[in-house]
């Protein structure tokens, strides 16, 4: 069984629907002007999602991905968790959700490294949901918001992280398992926030 299967294997269908049902509540939250302390008002950032997980390198010790999937809102269960939660597609396509693009690596030992980016109507809600699925990518693990990025959510334990970062209506999202470190997901993050500000490391990036 890979690492993927035990992980999903380990998260029963009532802790989905549990899943579900948060994000359902601050998708409410959210359109009603109650989340993030009443905030309404949303930065106004957008950035294309396949460009974001597109320009990533492959990270040392990893194999070389193949080319971003955009499957729409209709599989951003599948692309941040891995497996369906037809619950989680509903809440999120009733926070905003507008587009997704996903990319992933994998390597020796189980090592799995899944980019997901992400557009939305509504930043706050973003945030919210993002901060959800970090949590159920890693059932059981500890909190975990890098300092570096403010705003961030995330959750890790032994063999597996997950983290949430929103730059305007953008959503970032990277879910690692096996032996791949904390400075991996945080790069990778880094990354993407440098492709959806349009930077890189010597100034702005194109697609060429």
Partial sequence: MTTRSRRQALQ????????????LAVVVAVTTGCAAGGRVEQQSLEADPAFIVRVLPTRPGLDIAGAERTPGPAGFDQATLGHAVPDLVTSAEAGGLR???????????????????SLWDD?????????EVAR????GGSVWTPSQYGGSQ???????????????????????????????????????????????????????
């Fill in 123 to 131: 930043g706050e809600a973003a945030a919210a949901i993002g901060g």
């Fill in 136 to 139: 159920a990518a890693v059932p």
């Fill in 99 to 117: 587009e997704v693009a996903v990319r992933d690596w994998t390597g020796p030992g189980g090592a799995l490294l899944v980019a997901v980016a």
């Fill in 12 to 23: 029963p269908r009532s802790s989905l629907t549990a899943l579900a049902a948060a994000i």
């Fill in 154 to 208: 995330g959750a890790r334990s032994a063999d597996a992280r997950a983290l949430s970062v929103v730059i305007g209506k953008v959503a970032l999202f990277v879910r690692a398992e096996g032996p791949v470190d904390d400075e991996a997901v945080l790069r990778t993050i880094q990354l993407m926030r440098k492709a959806a500000a349009g930077e890189d490391e010597e100034g702005t990036i194109t697609s060429g």
